[in-house]
């Protein structure tokens, strides 16, 4: 168990705060029908006059049992992107505080916290994209507050070693937000068992990947209660609209089809790994845990044009460090991967 103290780690502004309470939040359904005269809404029925519930309560219990994980260490989010922002808040003093990432990363930690204000430590990962074996040793050296792993990595597509992440979470003096974006496609390396063990480890997940619902933005965050009330204290009222809770929950009902279409998606991955490794422009073929695949190629504005001739986007990760000449393609659906495949068939004999 970490030694940490999650309140001594939090601003102190975070900790005095008395948060909003919503009109909602007192009223508690005891059976009876309520006349419902508390929250200066328009008392009109339609599907959606009503505010959300704040709390996300039948949500949150649905996904209490997949995850197998209490409501109380449940925290959701506008997308995982959100809670990045929010945790930031709560942990680092804007101008003072610093966080860590490990480039190539992706990118919208570094830009949370220049909105935030707080300051960034860069440790580079390795060529092979993955932690330096001395890593333990550095990552107490800046005093930082928070780092973010993305496990699997993105633009990389890999998992750090497990033992090497557990190491962190176990020496680093802060949290690790341990950002599990992908991991649906490599379930059996997820960390959510080791959420009670762990005092400074949070987990988010997100309905954006395999979930397949990117369009309702629903990010979750796993966490201790204290970590969870924090970021409860400073969302904003009714955070997750009911369109979102409603269509998550229903969503959430129909898992088998989620796992039919991660395997599929999978299977598609080893068949254009097989196709990419055959084109002589495509130097290197990245080793991949999650949807999507980062080749590095002879010139990769050059290739990311011919694709986009060719009415095929892909994401050209070249500026992202030690990315050069690369490009990243996400797994699509066996006829659009036919199309990239031909495509790419077509450049390579130019
Ligand atoms: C590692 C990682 N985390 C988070 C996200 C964003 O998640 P969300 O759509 O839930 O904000 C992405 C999206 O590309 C991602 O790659």
Redesign the pocket.
């Known amino acids: 168990m970490s030694k940490i103290n999650i309140k001594d780690l939090a601003r102190k502004v975070i900790n005095d705060l008395k948060p909003y309470k919503t009109a909602r939040d007192e009223y508690v359904e005891n059976g009876n029908k309520m006349i419902l005269l508390d929250a200066n809404e328009n008392p009109f029925q339609t599907e959606f006059n009503r505010y959300p519930d704040p709390n996300q309560i039948s949500l949150k219990n649905s996904i209490s049992k997949i995850k197998a994980i209490s409501n109380s260490k449940i925290f959701l989010s506008n997308?995982?992107?959100?809670v990045f922002s929010l945790l930031m808040q709560i942990f680092c003093e804007p101008g003072l505080d610093n966080i860590i990432i490990f480039p190539p990363t992706?990118g919208?930690y570094e830009i949370s916290a220049k909105i935030n204000g707080i300051n960034i430590n860069k440790i580079p990962l390795n060529r092979d994209f993955d932690f330096d074996t001395d890593i333990v040793n550095i990552i107490n050296s800046f005093n930082s507050k928070i780092m973010f792993i993305?496990y699997p990595n993105?633009p990389t597509g890999n998992c750090f070693s497990e033992s090497h992440v557990e190491m962190i979470i176990k020496k680093f003096n802060g949290l690790v937000v341990l950002?599990e974006?992908?991991v649906e496609f490599s379930e059996d390396k997820s960390f959510l068992p080791r959420i009670e063990k762990y005092k400074n480890l949070v987990i988010?997940q997100?309905?954006?990947k395999a979930q397949g619902m990117?369009g309702i933005?629903l990010?979750m965050t796993f966490a201790n209660e204290e970590i969870i009330e924090m970021l409860n204290k400073i969302r904003a009222p009714y955070n997750i609209n009911s369109l979102t809770q409603r269509t998550a929950l229903l969503k959430l009902k129909n898992q088998e089809e989620v796992k039919k279409e991660a395997k599929i998606i999978l299977r598609e991955k080893d068949r254009l790994i097989g196709h990419l490794k055959e084109f002589n422009f495509i130097q290197k073929v990245f080793p991949s845990d999650a949807n999507f695949i980062l080749i590095r190629v002879d010139n990769s504005s050059k290739r990311y044009n011919q694709l986009i001739k060719m009415n095929i986007v892909v994401r050209n990760t070249s500026n992202q460090f030690g990315c050069e000449n690369t490009l990243r393609i996400t797994v699509g659906l066996k006829s659009e991967n036919d199309k990239l495949i031909n495509a790419l068939k077509k450049i390579n004999e130019l």
Not at 79 to 82: A, F, I, K, L
């Open positions: 997308g995982s992107n959100e992706f919208m993305p993105n950002d974006a992908y988010t997100t309905f954006s990117a933005r990010g």
